[in-house]
């Protein structure tokens, strides 16, 4: 899980909790109820700060698979959406920034699903 990530990338930078917390401005406690997954749907500017802090992008922290890996044929509506973004004023360098938003919504999405699996009946 994500709170595992976290811990392992804090020591490998050589960060305690605390440090970590003073780093982030993120309280101590909240910090290691996510380190234990008591805490398993922190907010994305949460999770930013964290990265930021530990030098890793999003992606690394949330520990999502590569998605262009594959080569993908495009679909047509695909291919409308990408033109709909460029015409909107969208470039390149600004996709980034859109991914990092939809990253965390499927790392998310997953998380709820896998905890309302795991919730007592």
């Given at each position: 899980m994500i709170g595992k990530n976290?811990?392992?990338i804090?020591?490998?930078r050589g960060y305690?909790?605390?440090e970590l917390s003073e780093r982030t401005g993120i309280s101590k406690s909240y910090l290691s109820n996510?380190?234990?997954n008591l805490k398993q749907n922190?907010?994305?500017?949460v999770m930013e700060k964290i990265a930021s802090v530990?030098?890793?992008?999003?992606?690394?922290?949330?520990k999502l698979a590569a998605d262009a890996e594959s080569p993908h044929k495009f679909e047509k509506e695909?291919?409308?959406f990408i033109y709909a973004l460029k015409r909107s004023g969208i470039d390149k360098d600004q996709i980034h920034e859109y991914k990092i938003i939809i990253d965390f919504m499927k790392w998310y999405k997953q998380n709820k699903i896998e905890s309302?699996?795991?919730?007592?009946?």
């Open positions: 976290i811990s392992d804090r020591k490998q305690t909790l605390s996510i380190e234990r922190p907010s994305i500017h530990l030098k890793v992008d999003l992606k690394t922290l949330l695909w291919m409308d309302s699996n795991t919730q007592p009946e």
